[in-house]
């Protein structure tokens, strides 16, 4: 089962690579990876995405939170919660294709953010299986390129991750 982890950590250099070494160390694997600083500057979130059993996610959990760097972490697959993804997808556009390709952006609701004179750049944001049907809906033979920053999260209600 996929799991979104998301961990509150001190901002300071090596942290990062003590999370991931930790994977390492015990063969896990690590599906996508965000980090960034928090409104303290001395934290930063890092949102973890993994799969696993219950046995290896807690063994996980309680792996990360043995780390010195490591203030606090929830499991945001465990509650309600709210996850985005962000992609950008550039797109062959040859004059025949472009109002197809945008009535598929409107659809989608992305929004297109470059435009040359024979490409689209187009920014989705959404779940990762919205993001996965416009790459469906769209013509193999017009994708460029595309990048993905992988599911952040943030649990729903009152409480929130912080100390």
Known sequence: MRHIISI???NESGALSRVSGLFTA???NIESLTVAPTQD???SRLTLVTSGSEEIIEQITKQLNK???VVKLADLSEGIHIEREMMMIK???ERTQREEIKRLVEI???KIIDVTDTS???ELTGVSCKLDAFVEAVNDDLIVEMVRTGPSGIAR???GLGI
Do not use: H, N, T, W
């Open 91 to 93: 797109l062959r556009a």
């Open 41 to 43: 500057p001395s934290l």
């Open 8 to 10: 509150l950590m001190e």
């Open 108 to 110: 989608f609701r992305g």
């Open 26 to 28: 015990r063969g896990y």
């Open 157 to 159: 209600g009152p409480k």
């Open 67 to 69: 780390l010195i760097d």
């Open 120 to 122: 689209y750049i187009v």
